[in-house]
């Protein structure tokens, strides 16, 4: 069974920078493309990146472009989120997901395409 488990989430400063872990377990990494989205409190639930099998492609949401960066250590199986200039804005419960559908390269915006998913961290940016 897959199981995917975030961490590093907490309490940042806004202009901070902060470094989520997803490590997946239960399935080699690179059957998954894998993404990351985030909820904030009363809002839907937001792409925020998603990078393809190799790692050689990521794509990201509007919000966050420029901002975040997404890369995976496929022999670790592990995905990282490093976010950098970090705003209130970006406080919610941040989640990983695996996608075991998606072409080589890339990376699905759609979290209905994702078949894996991990409990969430939370990211509070205090302004």
């Known amino acids: 069974q897959v199981q995917l488990v975030e961490s590093g989430g907490g309490l940042v400063q806004a202009g901070g920078s902060q470094r989520l872990s997803c490590v997946v377990s239960g399935g080699a990494l690179n059957n998954y493309a894998m993404g990351w989205f985030r909820r904030a409190p009363g809002k839907e639930l937001e792409f925020v990146g998603g990078?393809?099998?190799?790692?050689?492609?990521?794509n990201y949401g509007a919000s966050v472009q420029g901002r975040f960066s997404i890369s995976r250590d496929n022999a670790k199986n592990t995905v990282y989120l490093e976010m950098n200039s970090l705003k209130p804005e970006d406080t919610a419960n941040y989640y990983c997901a695996a996608d075991r559908g998606a072409a080589l390269y890339s990376s699905r915006t759609n979290a209905r395409a994702y078949d894996y998913w991990g409990q969430g961290t939370q990211v509070t940016v205090s302004s």
């Open positions: 990078i393809g099998r190799l790692g050689r492609s990521a």
